[in-house]
């Protein structure tokens, strides 16, 4: 039974501390503890535990253009946060766990702004049939959280040019999102904001657990353990390194001839490569394959591999692989 309410607001917008905040949060809940955990990052796409991060982002677009990429502990799939969008946690033990008492808090906190909102099938809540807020889940060890977006006045023109898919075939073996119509709640109700939307979950928190909230601290966190859970959050190995194998290929004609590059990709890295032509320089395929291999999948390692390689056409190989959005 919760018998106690706790309320934190994280100011910082760095994707990668923000999600070890919340893990920490996780780690030191306690029993009949209920803890919600409002946040925002700035120009970030945060994709589930278990997808592939080239499939799901244009990553080297969101890189350019000053973005982040962050993997999160839960599933679901991918998700655009700027400073237009709301990110709230419910951290409990998981025998408190209750996804309905949850959504409420959401439902009417809205409510309380003029939004009318129901839940999905998917675990999403609507608002005159848009997706406004999408919801993922994390149980372990007897803790569990269930943290979603409320989207309030998001950039939608980036949202959908980061998690465009990208042109190369990928096969791979992660989890693919659901693409949903999806919009903001200031197209709904032009006076609400991010801080009024704050400010009504607060209340509802209250509301539906009729208990008072203790505000949580900065002081009260413990600095190290989230600076170790930080340090994995931002790491290569975390956000592109993990075991989701998958190949690419991507293929065109040039005036030298026909060029296609077949790669098989694990932990991020290039662990195969086949490079087929027609040139009429027979080292190509070889030079290239030999410079692709034990590279790391992203636009600018394969293409300084490419040029270091010393072949003739690197220019339009590294053409090639910057059309593919990579």
């Known amino acids: 039974m919760i018998r106690r309410l706790r309320l934190y607001e994280g100011r910082g917008f760095d994707p990668h501390r923000n999600l070890a905040v919340e893990q920490h949060l996780l780690e030191t809940t306690d029993e009949g503890c209920c803890t919600l955990y409002l946040w925002q990052n700035e120009n970030t796409v945060v994709i589930g535990r278990n997808q592939n991060a080239w499939k799901e982002c244009r990553t080297t677009l969101l890189e350019q253009e000053g973005g982040r990429l962050a993997r999160r502990l839960s599933g679901g799939g991918a998700v655009f946060h700027d400073l237009g969008?709301?990110?709230?946690t419910f951290l409990l033990p998981s025998a408190d766990y209750d996804l309905g008492r949850q959504l409420e808090v959401v439902r009417r906190a809205c409510l309380a702004?003029?939004?009318r909102a129901e839940f999905s099938g998917r675990n999403d809540l609507l608002a005159e049939g848009r997706k406004f807020s999408g919801n993922a889940f994390y149980h372990h060890e007897g803790r569990s959280y269930?943290?979603?977006t409320l989207l309030v006045d998001a950039d939608m023109e980036k949202l959908g040019r980061y998690l465009m898919p990208s042109a190369a075939k990928l096969r791979a073996k992660g989890v693919d999102s659901v693409r949903a119509r999806v919009?903001?709640?200031?197209e709904?109700?032009?006076d609400i904001s991010v801080e009024t939307l704050r400010g009504a979950l607060r209340q509802a928190f209250e509301e539906v657990y009729a208990l008072r909230a203790e505000?949580?601290?900065?002081?009260?966190?413990d600095d190290a353990a989230v600076d170790a859970l930080y340090q994995k959050n931002r790491s290569w190995e975390w956000n592109y390194g993990q075991r989701l194998p998958f190949d690419f290929s991507c293929e065109a004609r040039f005036d030298w001839g026909e060029l296609r590059?077949?790669?098989s990709v694990e932990y991020g890295v290039v662990r195969r490569a086949a490079v087929y032509t027609d040139a009429m320089d027979w080292a190509l395929a070889p030079q290239l394959t030999a410079a692709l291999e034990n590279c790391r999948f992203t636009l600018d390692a394969l293409t300084r591999s490419v040029t270091g390689s010393g072949v003739a056409c690197a220019p339009d190989v590294c053409a090639?692989?910057?059309e593919q959005n990579i």
């Open 85 to 88: 969008n709301l990110n709230f």
């Open 261 to 263: 590059l077949e790669l």
């Open 146 to 148: 269930h943290h979603g």
């Open 183 to 186: 919009g903001n709640l200031r």
């Open 320 to 322: 090639l692989l910057a």
């Open 188 to 190: 709904l109700c032009p």
């Open 215 to 221: 505000l949580i601290r900065e002081d009260e966190l």
């Open 113 to 115: 702004l003029g939004v």
